[in-house]
């Protein structure tokens, strides 16, 4: 696996405190990026490694709290670091809720900062693992025939294979015939494991 | 073609026929005859013997040099409208006597001969008159000519032309109605108590000079004491008058011998100033003086008043702008802090970092350099911020400056871009180049631009936020600078387009309704328009022009 250098983006329209938030950074050995308007940053494709946004909220054109909606819309979920020049609590709020890592009121201490994005980094890269592993696991389920699908939707309500041959119309040796290559492909060692992906997939049984 | 008499050779007029000529010599007075164009074609033989000059040089328009030059252009001007109008006239004027060089009074007549409705000849005598009329028609003239005079110095007032050119012209009006009288105008200090330079084109500088400021009394000179007493001093005698002691060494080095004073009152009777007229040897008033003095202090006054409720008027102006500035400045307030606060941030995150790499020793002094720097560059323009804005809130009188009015608008510019970049407005710029210098009071200028662009942006609440673009542009106007505040948003309706420049007019809820009214009363005191225009598209534009700062504007 190839080493991972993670990124800190920096987007405010002021250049003094880009600046500043650079330097800071680079002195704890961060890599950082600065763009002064919303929209610059948006244009950009996404980075590789694992990456955060600090935000000023209050600029010219797009704010800071409507980049955070481009982005969600554009599934490019990343954690962001808001930073405010005063704290207005209706915006915190909302800003939370939509999945800030941090609000920070300038002046802020570096230390404040410097923790955030480290935070913020790590949800980042337990994201990307989540991600990883979520289309891994979503390869394995489209490898399966039809009829597994089907086997592995009932399987995992808590089904016996009998009552499975019953639901489809068929005999029990078949959906066992059928059940042991599903468990194979999907590489489940228990029915518990098969619980949890179809979980996470969003499978649901067949209606009746 | 052939006139045996050689003496009249110079009047020979072949047009004119022999009995005409012998009638018009027998007149005693001048006759002359002219073609419908105006150019005089004959004199009789009087012309030539009171004005002494040939027919070459009398022929056609050449007869104007012997006229007074004051009443030359009274008679051209009636003799050309009688051209134009065909009608008759009649004006009295002077000529010039070849005999001894003295003007003449003589009432001089031109008549039209019609033929069929149209003009075949003009015909003209000039009747000397000089002997019945002549000294009171004089005296008659001069007493217009003060009049006048009178009537200019009182346009002048009316036009808001400055104190002391007004009273400078009244000055030289009444020295020209006496011989050898001196006048001066003294105003009253707002404390009451001293005397300041009004006018006085003709008294000795350093005279002037020396009494600018010095106090009133009871024995403080002819003015000082005048204004104290509020009643006419007559000094005769400069040099013997007690009420002189304090002023004497002064008065005589300035060649001065007699001082008459008489106070200035207002309508309401408090004392405005005084009004002297000095002589350089003593003399006492002869009673003839008394109508001059009558008219300078009455003018005087005026001048005097209308200054001062002037003076009131603009200082209230002022205080009135001021509180609306500040009222403004307070709806600024998040955004200038805001403004701040950014440089402010970066220097304490700045300051932190150069003290952690102080800390870990051995730190890397070109990146603390750096650091350093930029703290400093971000101090600065924290303090250009502030400053800024102290200029605004700062209480003082208008002071009319050359203004370059880009310059006026990127400062306005400067202080509401954070607001604007809060409200989600895009502040956009389109400044003419070469624009006129204007002359006028920087931060009041700011102001009505100030005005102008909030107003823009409370018009836009209710904008998508994407079209919420408020523009500031400056042109070239004629000699005018024309500056231009554009919004997007909801507009005026055309039947309310006046009212919003009406004094508590507000359509918002926390108006006080006083912003375009200030505005307006600004630009005009500037000598400029503001007005405004609808959109095309939505919202409305603001205008305002200010006249050129160097020469009167051609249009």
């Known amino acids: 696996m190839k080493e991972e250098k993670p990124i800190v983006i920096i987007v405010d329209d002021d250049s003094s405190m880009r600046t500043m938030i650079a330097r800071l950074l680079d002195s704890v050995g961060m890599k950082s990026i600065s763009f002064s308007a919303p929209e610059e940053f948006l244009h950009t ?25 481009e982005l969600a819309k554009a599934e490019r979920r990343l954690p962001i670091i808001f930073m405010t020049g005063h704290g207005d609590i209706p915006m915190t709020v909302q800003a939370m809720k939509e999945g800030a890592v941090a609000f920070l009121t300038k002046p802020f201490r570096n230390q404040d900062l410097i923790d955030a994005v480290r935070q913020a980094l790590n949800l980042d890269r337990e994201a990307r693992q989540q991600r990883a592993l979520l289309a891994n696991l979503r390869k394995r389920y489209e490898s399966l025939t039809a009829r597994e699908r089907e ?22 040796r078949t959906v066992k015939a059928h059940r042991g290559v599903m468990v194979q492909k999907m590489e489940a060692e228990s029915v518990a494991d098969l619980v949890r992906m179809a979980d996470k997939l969003g499978v649901s049984p067949p209606q009746t | 073609m052939n006139h045996p008499a050689k003496a ?30 105006g150019e005089i074609q004959y004199f009789n033989a009087h012309w030539f013997d009171f004005t002494g000059k040939s027919f070459a040089e009398s022929r056609g328009w050449g007869w104007q040099s012997a006229l007074h030059p004051d009443d030359l252009q009274i ?16 004006v009295e004027y002077r000529l010039k006597h070849a005999s001894d060089g003295e003007y003449r009074w003589q009432l001089s007549r031109a008549s039209p001969w019609k033929e069929n409705g149209q003009i075949v000849s003009w015909f003209g005598t000039i009747t000397d008159i000089d002997l019945i009329v002549g000294r009171d028609l004089t005296e ?51 404390d009451g108590a001293h005397v300041r330079h009004g006018a006085a084109p003709s008294l000795p500088a350093g005279y002037v000079k020396a009494v600018d400021g010095a106090p009133i009394g009871p024995k403080n000179g002819s003015c000082g004491t ?41 309508g309401s009777g408090a004392v405005l100033g005084s009004f002297a007229m000095y002589y350089r040897h003593p003399q006492s008033p002869s009673g003839s003086e008394a109508k001059l003095t009558e ?25 009135l702008a001021h509180l609306t500035r500040v009222t403004t400045m307070g709806e600024l307030t998040a955004s200038i802090a805001h403004e701040v606060n950014q440089p402010l941030g970066a220097i304490v995150g700045n300051a932190d970092i150069c003290l952690d790499w102080l800390a870990n020793g051995s730190p890397d002094l070109a990146k603390v350099a750096e650091a350093l720097e930029d703290i400093a560059r971000d101090g600065h323009r924290a303090s250009e911020v502030i400053s800024r804005i102290r200029s605004l809130a700062k209480k003082q009188l208008p002071q009319k400056t050359a203004l370059d009015i880009n310059e006026v608008a990127r400062e306005a510019h400067a202080l509401v871009n954070h607001e604007a970049n809060m409200r989600g407005v895009s502040l956009l710029t389109d400044f003419g180049t070469e624009l006129p210098v204007v002359s006028g009071d920087r931060i009041q200028l700011q102001q009505v631009l100030i005005n102008l662009l909030m107003n823009g942006m409370d018009a836009m609440a209710a904008t998508e936020r994407q079209q919420r673009r408020l523009t500031i542009s400056t042109a070239h106007d004629g000699g005018k600078a024309l500056v231009a505040v554009s919004d997007c948003g909801a507009g005026i ?18 108006g006080m309704g006083m912003g375009l009214a200030i505005s307006r009363s600004i630009i005009e005191a500037h000598g400029g328009r503001l007005w405004l225009e609808p959109n095309d598209g939505p919202g409305v534009t603001f205008k305002f022009t200010l006249p050129g700062n160097s020469s009167e504007a051609e249009p």
């Not at chain 1, 592995?152 to 119309?169: C, E, H, M, R």
């Not at chain 2, 010599?25 to 419908?36: G, R």
């Not at chain 2, 008679?75 to 409208?81: E, I, K, T, V």
Request: some cysteine; proline content about 5%; aromatic content about 6%.
């Open chain 2, 295 to 319: 008219v300078a202090i009455h003018i005087a006054g005026i001048a005097i008043e209308h200054q001062r409720w002037e003076d009131e008027l603009r200082r209230t102006q002022g205080q």
């Open chain 2, 75 to 90: 008679w051209l001007g009636r003799w050309r409208r009688a051209l134009r109008t065909g009608e008759g006239c009649e």
């Open chain 2, 226 to 266: 005048a204004m104290y007493l509020a009643k006419p001093v007559v000094v005769t005698d400069i040099l013997r008058d007690p009420l002189w002691e304090d002023y004497r060494g002064l008065a005589e080095a300035s060649g001065l011998g007699a001082c008459w004073s008489t106070p200035i009152l207002s």
């Open chain 1, 151 to 172: 086997v592995f939707a009932l399987v995992t309500t808590g089904l016996l294979n009998k009552q499975i041959a019953l639901k489809l119309g068929t005999t029990e």
């Open chain 1, 45 to 69: 494709s996404p980075p590789d490694d694992p990456a955060c946004v600090v935000l000023d909220v209050q600029m010219p054109g797009l704010s800071g709290l409507d980049l955070q909606r």
């Open chain 2, 140 to 190: 008659r003239k001069q007493e217009e000519a003060f009049r006048t005079g009178q009537s200019q110095v009182l346009e002048m007032i009316a036009r808001g032309e400055p104190l002391e050119m007004v009273l400078t012209s009244l000055m030289l009006l009444i020295e020209a109605q006496a011989e050898e009288m001196l006048c001066s105008v003294l105003l009253l200090s707002e």
């Open chain 2, 8 to 37: 009249r050779e110079k009047t020979a007029v072949s047009a004119v026929e022999q009995p005409f000529r012998l009638l018009a010599d027998a007149i005693p007075e001048i006759v002359w005859t002219a073609n419908p164009l």
């Open chain 2, 493 to 510: 309706e055309p039947q309310q387009a006046e009212q919003v420049f009406k004094a508590f007019h507000s359509t918002k809820s926390g």
